[in-house]
């Protein structure tokens, strides 16, 4: 039986510079698009009552709410990724494999943004 690693953590401020890394790695082009649009990136430390009532569990790393049919939809609602911290650290055990991480976890959030689902995502191999 292995022994199941320890999740790494790192404070707030320090996952928010990560995540704000993670979006500076986006094509500029894609991020006007993204700040045109008022795009909110929350970062939670976890998932709240309301976020579980909706399936999101612990093994969900981010989320994107907002018009499900594309980022030009027209949406009543602010259009938002959501990174849960403690979610994405549970799987990362080192500093690198937590960059890597949000990385992913913004890029996959930003693509569901674009109007890409799950298939899309995996058969682009939207990744870094």
């Known amino acids: 039986m292995h022994a199941r690693a320890v999740p790494y ?6 996952f928010e510079r990560i995540a704000v890394a ?7 082009d894609l991020r006007a698009r993204l700040d045109a649009d008022n795009l909110m990136i929350t970062i939670q430390s976890g998932s709240s009552e309301d976020d579980r009532d909706h399936d999101i569990d612990e093994h969900v790393l981010g ?19 959501v ?27 930003v693509a569901h943004y674009f109007g890409l689902d799950h298939a899309d995502i995996r058969d682009t191999r939207l990744d870094h």
């Open 9 to 14: 953590h790192v404070s707030a401020d320090d």
């Open 22 to 28: 993670a979006l500076d790695s986006i094509p500029a």
């Open 63 to 81: 989320f994107y709410e907002g018009d499900a049919d594309s980022a030009f939809s027209i949406s009543p609602y602010p259009k938002r990724i």
């Open 83 to 109: 990174l849960l911290q403690r979610h994405i650290e549970a799987y990362c055990t080192s500093h690198r494999e937590l960059v890597d991480q949000v990385t992913d976890t913004v890029l996959h959030e």
